[in-house]
């Protein structure tokens, strides 16, 4: 799963950052690593296209 370009972008203008964790699946996992500042920012360059082919 991922989000699109527009959604992303739409956040970044209202002071939304999003985060991505490429390892865990579990959400109290990845929970636990953004309360610890273990998780990076998600750039433009991973977010979809559109097309369906970034799942």
Do not use: Q, T
Not at 23 to 35: A, G, P, R, Y
């Amino acid at each position: 799963a991922g989000i699109g370009r527009r959604p992303l972008v739409g956040f970044g203008e209202v002071g939304i950052d999003v985060y991505v964790d490429k390892v865990n699946s579990n959400v109290n996992k990845v929970v636990e690593e953004l309360i610890n500042d273990k998780l990076d920012k998600i750039s433009l360059d991973e977010a979809c296209g559109g097309g369906g082919n970034c799942h």
